[in-house]
């Protein structure tokens, strides 16, 4: 440490360049903050973090505020506790009062902060805001009135998501987050990754509801209800229900899901085997031919949605394969349908994802067949929680059960689809036996594995040394995009998820969640595949008898009708 400074009259080691909210946070003092973000650029714009510094008498944002020699700083005196009380009751003054109604009710950092700092009576009136509510968009609900102007969500979309679809406008009182020209999301550049969610601290951002619809299906007697879940869903629910984190409630989920209603109960992960089926042998494909190198995943519906509008010169390197979602949903109503003697028109298809961009991506036109689509509505993994808690069902005192058949066999390989590179892990496993009849000596594949943003390998298979490379969060993406553009030739396979951490930290997940709770996510699914016995995709048995009695073999004529896709380069249509 350079020097010492005085804090709450005590004397504090400190180092040149740090700023003063992260030393009070070493030494363990909480001071609040609204438009902090960690490993951002600090900005001060919110000025809850104010701090006194008795040396010159100045109120300072300690978030934006390095360490100087001499300070004497004060962190609860008077006149911080009464400014930090001041802006909680200005950004109540014009917030709409409709708390016991909003979704974040709860679970709002503005409303936390109230009742910290005693704001129990209302001091300050102001003209309540009253912007047009924003629900053009297939995925996210944008409700301006509620925004606090933290700039949380620029920051998260611009520096992590790389897109910039959002932004500050005009100046002074009039100042808001908008659009281009404050049109709709559904005609910006937004991805639905659902990461504005993720930061945003009120209400003014949540996802599309698809409630009303799950409810009618359910009540219908006449309509059959299939529900699928994610391979992240079973070890992240559980922290919605004050249970430990990276806990994996698979079984007693299934049992909730029977308690909701549900007639059918299906496990994503087998149908994230099979993408592995049908991924591994266009990789093998094309590196056969040497032809659109290197393969990219299309699993994340929020990075092919950039690609389609920010790399539509890369598109033909995208994999054909539909998301294990849609692959389940065309599977349910084709195969399923045909084995229990079921219409496809009296299917209702739900699934419970870690991501918000799966309710635009069920909504592509390149989705639906025939009028019906593969997959009819989504609840993110937060909707879970609350629809269970709507239907009065304690999830504390179930039983475990376990998903339908078939459809419900699954590896674990399939279950590492919810980490960062996972796809690719579970990939090399079914690619090497396939070109060498032998399994992997040693499954894991290290440097695949934890939450970098990014990481590669190289495998040796048969010859040829396999060079794969795994990104998470799309400016990571961003950066490999350039080097292939510039003609890297090096790398076969590349995966690609938008959210950072992957479907573990997915825009559907928790909110708020620490990140030693995504840590837990993840080791919970890597200790799955080391105690479990299925490991590989092409082993699962429910998948070779799919292929045996309905598909084929991967690549098929209709096994590519079903489960392949294709995309289009889109255009914002404001430019």
Avoid at 158 to 174: K, P
Avoid at 194 to 201: A, E, F, L, S, Y
Avoid at 273 to 289: A, F, G, H, P, Y
Avoid at 432 to 461: C, D, H
Wanted: hydrophobic share 40%; net charge negative.
């Amino acid at each position: 440490m350079d020097f010492t400074i005085e804090i709450n009259k005590e004397q504090v080691p400190v180092q040149s360049g740090e700023y003063l909210l992260d030393v009070l946070s070493r030494i363990g003092i909480k001071i609040p903050t609204l438009c902090h973000m960690k490993d951002k650029l600090p900005t001060g714009a919110c000025r809850m973090c104010v701090v006194e510094n008795k040396s010159n008498g100045k109120l300072i944002t300690s978030c934006s505020h390095p360490v100087e020699q001499g300070m004497r700083i004060d962190t609860q005196s008077q006149r911080v506790a009464e400014s930090r009380k001041t802006i909680v009751e200005l950004l109540l003054s014009n917030h709409p009062d409709d708390c016991l109604y909003c979704v974040r009710n709860k679970n709002c950092e503005l409303q936390d902060l109230a009742e910290e700092l005693h704001v129990d009576d209302r001091r300050v009136r102001g003209e309540k805001n009253n912007y047009h509510l924003d629900m053009s968009s297939a995925s996210i609900v944008r409700d301006p009135s509620k925004c606090i102007l933290c700039g949380r969500c620029v920051v998260v979309c611009e520096e992590t998501m790389g897109v910039a679809c959002i932004d500050f406008a005009n100046r002074g009182s009039q100042s808001i987050i908008s659009t281009t020209y404050n049109r709709g999301l559904n005609v910006s550049s937004c991805i639905n990754c659902g990461q504005c969610i993720m930061v945003c601290p009120t209400g003014a951002l949540t996802e599309k509801n698809h409630f009303a619809e799950i409810q009618d299906a359910l009540a219908n007697p006449k309509k059959v209800v299939v529900v699928q879940y994610a391979p992240s869903i079973s070890v992240s629910l559980a922290e919605e229900f004050n249970m430990e984190p990276g806990l994996d409630i698979n079984g007693v989920m299934n049992a909730a899901l029977r308690k909701l209603g549900f007639d059918f109960i299906f496990d994503t992960t087998f149908a994230a085997d099979l993408t592995i089926m049908e991924e591994s042998t266009e990789l093998i494909d094309r590196i056969q031919k040497n032809e659109r190198l290197p393969l990219m995943t299309s699993c994340c519906p929020g990075w092919v949605k950039y690609a389609e509008e920010f790399a539509g010169d890369l598109l033909p390197l995208l994999s054909s394969c539909k998301s294990p979602q849609q692959m389940m949903g065309a599977v349910i109503k084709t195969y399923f349908a045909e084995r229990m003697n079921l219409r496809k028109e009296d299917i209702y298809s739900v699934s419970i994802m870690p991501c918000t961009a799966k309710k635009f991506e069920a909504q592509r036109e390149e989705m639906v067949s025939k009028g019906i689509v593969d997959v009819d509505a989504i609840l993110t993994t937060r909707e879970l929680a609350r629809f269970i808690k709507l239907y009065g069902v304690d999830i504390h005192k179930l039983e475990p059960e376990i998903t339908d058949s078939p459809l419900g066999a699954r590896s674990t390989a399939g279950k590492l689809f919810g980490v960062t590179g996972g796809v690719m892990e579970a990939a090399i496993r079914t690619a090497y036996w396939k070109l060498t009849g032998e399994e992997l000596i040693k499954f894991q594949i290290k440097e695949l594995r934890g939450l970098a943003g990014r990481k590669e390998a190289k495998v040796e298979v048969n010859g040829l040394t396999l060079g794969v490379a795994v990104v998470n969060g799309i400016s990571n993406a961003k950066v490999l995009l350039d080097e292939i553009r510039a003609g890297r030739n090096d790398l076969h396979f590349v995966e690609v998820m938008a959210c950072p951490s992957g479907c573990i930290g997915g825009g559907g997940q928790k909110i708020g969640a620490s990140p030693e709770a995504l840590a837990a996510r993840m080791q919970t699914i890597y200790s799955a595949d080391m105690k479990e016995s299925l490991r590989v995709s092409h082993k699962n048995p429910e998948v070779i008898e799919l292929y045996r009695s309905f598909l084929g073999e991967p690549n098929s004529e209709i096994a590519h009708h079903l489960l392949h896709t294709r995309y289009r380069i889109r255009e914002d249509i404001l430019k």
